[in-house]
T-cell receptor, first 114, second 114 residues
Framework: AQKVTQAQTEISVVEKEDVTLDCVYE???????LFWYKQPPSGELVFLIR??????QNEISGRYSWNFQKSTSSFNFTITASQVVDSAVYFC???????????FGTGTKLQVIP | EADIYQTPRYLVIGTGKKITLECSQT?????MYWYQQDPGMELHLIHY???????EKGDLSSESTVSRIRTEHFPLTLESARPSHTSQYLC?????????????FGNGTRLTVT
């Protein structure tokens, strides 16, 4: 079985603040993939990043960065200098080796206040 | 970029009606999925398919049915809609050959049953 926990249900920050969205996962497999998706108010889910279990290198893409730590089973997502356009629901997801279904966390709703 | 389309975007129907939610993708992906998303954000997998003539029930029990007669098409049908079916329905696809392939989502269908 696999599980993804996003303990933060809602977060509000003032524009230009940094914010970190937490994601903790559980799986018994040694091979797995982690994903982050963004769901803006319009409703569609947009793929942001994937990371495989063998690559713990952190990644930065503009104002976005991801911190993958196998020791704590976490894959946290940080937005630097947040903007109003970052307001959305963010989902963390897990697909483990040999397991074709993708398990999503419950999502974190981020509101960036101007 | 993903090309996956859902119609209709919004649908309001009366109780007891039969409806079909359409989902098509032009990427040649083998795997397709239907998720139901509660107002509280959580995504629930209700159906998935590994390819033509393959369909499986997901984690959440659903009164809907699906079919996969063509690779690109994965419609979802409710024989008799009820108010409890009011939700957003998200279709997704992914490449079976690449385990790290992310899900590509359509824009969703917001269904309201009165």
């Amino acid at each position: 079985a696999q599980k993804v926990t996003q303990a933060q249900t809602e977060i509000s920050v003032v524009e230009k603040e940094d914010v970190t969205l937490d994601c903790v996962y559980e799986t018994r497999d040694t091979t797995y993939y982690l994903f982050w998706y963004k769901q803006p108010p319009s409703g569609e889910l947009v793929f942001l990043i994937r990371r495989n279990s063998f690559d713990e290198q952190n990644e930065i893409s503009g104002r976005y960065s991801w911190n993958f730590q196998k020791s704590t089973s976490s894959f946290n997502f940080t937005i630097t200098a947040s903007q109003v356009v970052d307001s959305a629901v963010y989902f963390c997801a897990l697909r483990s080796g040999g397991y074709q279904k993708v398990t999503f966390g419950t999502g974190t709703k981020l509101q960036v206040i101007p | 970029e993903a090309d996956i389309y859902q119609t209709p975007r919004y649908l309001v129907i009366g109780t007891g009606k039969k409806i079909t939610l359409e989902c098509s993708q032009t990427m040649g992906h083998d795997k397709m999925y239907w998720y139901q998303q509660d107002p509280g954000m959580e995504l629930h997998l209700i159906h998935y398919s590994y390819g033509v003539n393959s369909t499986e029930k997901g984690d959440l029990s659903s009164e809907s049915t699906v079919s996969r007669i063509r690779t690109e098409h994965f419609p979802l049908t409710l024989e008799s809609a009820r108010p409890s079916h009011t939700s957003q329905y998200l279709c997704a696809s992914s490449d079976l050959g690449h385990f790290n392939s992310p899900l590509h989502f359509g824009n969703g269908t917001r269904l309201t049953v009165t």
